[in-house]
């Protein structure tokens, strides 16, 4: 299964070349998929929703082509490191909603480098509860440099006994690059096993992940009471803001998603709509007060101060 997978990819790669070469603008790896779904398309569609994790909303999934792929390579980023903290969540959403399916009893590894760690900070055990998760089902490592934690990632995966490993990097890496991501997938493809890649305050870039989410924060909704209602003033279950910029879609695609940690389930947060963030402000904010002008913005400095006998 391996020694496919490689010829395969490596064809792949060989096709790529010759397009870029060529000044072809549609990829040979999607020219060649074209090719074996005119061929065959029953097997091609069999062969292609074999492995997949669909998120249960029709316009997601269809999108995705069925569903997350359960034998490759997912890229989760965020454009900048204060949506670390929605990224991550996402992605152990994923994972709860995945060890909701699957009945192995297999954890999950997340392998986080030093420098996302300082940034970011490691994953809480105790707040894998709000997502549906126990702190069983996660392994963390943190290794020191990035090399180490390439090398885990693939040990990993080729292991074939977790559930799914989340490789959690920093920003757009000299040393991960094409060629890296490409190892990765083949990993994943021959072991049939999930990698999330988690990066955080990167730019795109040429990847072999089969898919990539852009995530940010979104507005929640009010709690829900028995009655269907929602409880003012109360924050409600969280909300991401997908936009599905590497997909078989000409044009991005952007979702707003929420999940449910008690039932493990994804549901398009309609209600919510195109609500403000910090990215987009609402058309009438309200008053805003203004910044201060010709005015100290700190306490002046403390001199010395000397003690004087008293004169009287």
């Known amino acids: 299964m391996a020694g496919n997978a490689t010829a395969r990819e490596t064809l792949f790669a060989l096709r790529e070349q010759i397009a870029r070469l060529e000044g072809k603008s549609l990829p040979a790896l999607a020219a060649a998929e074209q090719e074996d779904a005119a061929v065959d398309p029953a097997a091609w569609k069999a062969g292609n929703n074999r492995l997949r994790l669909p998120l249960g ?84 490592a943190s290794p020191r440099k990035l090399e180490e934690a390439l090398w885990l990632a693939e040990t990993a995966v080729a292991s074939g006994a977790l559930a799914a490993t989340i490789l959690e990097i920093r920003g757009n890496l000299r040393q991960f690059g094409l060629t890296e991501s490409r190892r990765l997938c083949l990993r994943a493809k021959a072991a049939g096993r999930p990698l999330f890649l988690l990066r955080h305050a990167g730019g795109e870039e040429a990847s072999s992940a089969s898919f990539r989410l852009s995530v940010e924060p979104a507005p929640a909704c009010g709690r829900r009471l028995s009655d269907g209602s929602l409880l003012g003033g109360s924050i409600g ?27 493990r389930q994804f549901s398009l947060d309609r209600e919510a709509g195109e609500a403000s963030s910090s990215r987009n402000p609402p058309t009438h904010p309200g008053a805003r007060l203004p910044a201060s002008a010709n005015r100290q913005d700190r306490p002046s400095a403390v001199g010395t101060v000397v003690a004087f006998e008293r004169a009287s």
């Open 57 to 140: 909303i029709a316009d997601m999934d269809a999108a995705l082509d069925g569903g997350l792929p359960l034998d490759g390579l997912t890229e989760i980023r965020s454009a900048l490191m204060l949506d670390a903290g929605a990224a991550s969540g996402f992605v152990l959403a994923l994972a709860a909603y995945l060890k909701a399916r699957e009945t192995s009893g297999a954890p999950v590894l997340w392998i986080g480098d030093i420098v996302s760690t300082q940034e970011a900070g490691a994953p809480y055990a105790v707040g894998f509860k709000q997502f549906g998760l126990r702190p069983r089902d996660i392994l963390y």
């Open 237 to 263: 279950h969280p909300v991401f803001r997908l936009i599905l910029e590497k997909s078989r879609n000409p044009a991005p695609l952007s979702f707003l998603l929420e999940w449910n940690p008690r039932d």
